[in-house]
């Protein structure tokens, strides 16, 4: 009866760090991650992740840097902060993130130093500590931007989108409406108002490009 906890918080982990900056501490643990993602149980989302971590493997470290800065840190489309897809840059953004930090600290989760808490890696870790009802309610919420991230990876061709897969594939499907906010999303984007985030990083136009 315990397995099913820990597999899903195995998962939520790899979905993780595979969606992390690929530097060479995630790099050396490419094996390690081949053979985490195969000690998961039979599921669409492990084939998915076996997919992805094939392509990863035998990527060269310059290649997978370019097209995770590219894929992630230069298109709003699929940027990894789930709140820009819900408040915008808006003053009930800056709340949000606020919560969502109050929220780890109860929990015993740390975000990295100078990271967003609702950076989707960090969101993901914090899913597999804390479980399913706590854990997992703030991808529960951001659900609409999850999928639009997942649909631009898609659409620009990802193989990122094969981690989204896996990990939407866990969550509650979007209704009829939903999936109608998704692609008003996608035509009009969110809310853009450029005050209230200071003590969080600038927004996401200001997006410092990884070396």
Request: aromatic share 6%; net charge negative; charged share 20%.
């Amino acid at each position: 009866m315990n397995h099913v906890p820990r597999q899903r918080a195995a998962l939520l982990r790899l979905v993780s760090l595979l969606l992390q900056y690929p530097d060479p501490a995630l790099l050396a643990a490419r094996d390690e991650l081949a053979e985490a993602v195969r000690a998961l149980p039979e599921s669409p989302a492990r084939a998915s992740l076996t997919a992805f971590v094939a392509w990863f493997g035998d990527q060269p470290q310059m290649e997978l840097a370019r097209h995770y800065v590219q894929t992630f840190d230069l298109r709003r489309r699929s940027s990894l902060y789930l709140t820009y897809y819900l408040h915008g840059d808006t003053r009930r953004r800056g709340m949000a993130l606020l919560t969502l930090k109050q929220r780890y600290r109860v929990a015993g989760l740390t975000p990295p130093e100078g990271e967003l808490p609702d950076f989707l890696p960090v969101v993901c870790e914090f899913a597999a500590l804390a479980g399913p009802a706590t854990g997992e309610a703030p991808l529960r919420q951001h659900r609409k931007g999850l999928e639009l991230i997942r649909t631009a990876l898609h659409e620009g061709g990802s193989p990122y989108a094969l981690v989204l897969d896996a990990l939407c594939g866990e969550l509650p499907e979007l209704s009829a409406a939903e999936q109608s906010a998704v692609a008003d999303l996608a035509l009009v984007g969110p809310p853009a108002e450029e005050v209230g985030l200071a003590p969080y990083g600038p927004p996401l136009t200001e997006l410092e490009v990884r070396p």
